[in-house]
């Protein structure tokens, strides 16, 4: 079963404007980790933010903020002020069973964001 | 050095071949990954090593091998590979099980298989 759906393949934002990038997940855990990672065409996996499932506050770093809402199960990526260089991949990702074993990452397929400028 | 380094960057070999990735973290992390990117695919998950164990193993072939020597080190071994095994491989690293760290990965190593 998908445990992480990004449903946007593909997304358009000027430069300049916000952008929400999508992403559910399904879990029966009440503890887990929400993360999203950017992927530039370096092929590199860069950590943008993370959420915890207990924490109340939405999780914020620098231009990106994440909209958690843990009753719809989605951890929706904001991106403020988009810049050229914010044009990459953008995976979100989740880590289950975050007492004990398990420490595993789980991402979903991507959704590829282009800035225009 | 810092982060995580993965080498070769890219790799073109034979089906007969048989090759190694390396990976190497100097970021203090015991927790180590190996991610199959596949084009059009989610990244999958192929192995997890927690303190030099191996505690994940996701249905993956025998064809590749994992090696943990050490907690800074990670090798992937590759024998009798197949077109379809064409991929990017990323290595990752984080502290280990039940904490709330992100995984910091490598560039990958881009292998094509002919």
């Known amino acids: 079963a998908q445990k992480i759906t990004q449903t946007q393949p593909g997304m358009f934002v000027q430069e300049k404007e916000a952008v929400t990038l999508d992403c559910t997940y399904d879990t029966s855990d009440q503890s887990y980790g929400l993360f999203w990672y950017k992927q530039p065409s370096s092929g590199e996996m860069i950590f943008l933010i993370y959420?915890?499932?207990?924490?109340?506050q939405n999780a914020t770093e620098g231009r990106y903020s994440l909209n958690f809402q843990k009753a719809r199960k989605s951890a929706n990526l904001v991106i403020s002020a988009s810049q050229l260089g914010d044009s990459a991949m953008y995976f979100c990702a989740m880590r289950e069973h975050l007492v004990g074993d398990g420490n595993k990452l789980v991402f979903g397929a991507g959704t590829i964001l282009r800035v225009k400028s | 050095e810092t982060g995580v380094t993965q080498t070769p960057r890219h790799l073109v070999m034979g089906m007969t071949n048989k090759k190694s990735l390396k990976c190497e973290q100097h970021?203090?992390?015991?927790?180590m990954y190996w991610y199959k990117q596949s084009a059009k695919k989610p990244l999958e998950l192929m192995f997890v090593y927690n303190f030099k164990e191996q505690t994940e193993n996701n249905s993956v072939p025998s064809r590749f091998s994992p090696e943990c020597p050490n907690s800074s080190h990670l090798f992937l071994h590759l024998h009798t590979l197949q077109p379809e095994d064409s991929a990017l491989y990323l290595c990752a690293s984080s502290q280990a099980a039940g904490q709330n760290t992100e995984a910091f990965f490598g560039q990958g190593t881009r292998l094509t298989v002919v």
């Open positions: 959420q915890g499932s207990y924490d109340e």
């Open positions: 970021l203090g992390h015991n927790a």
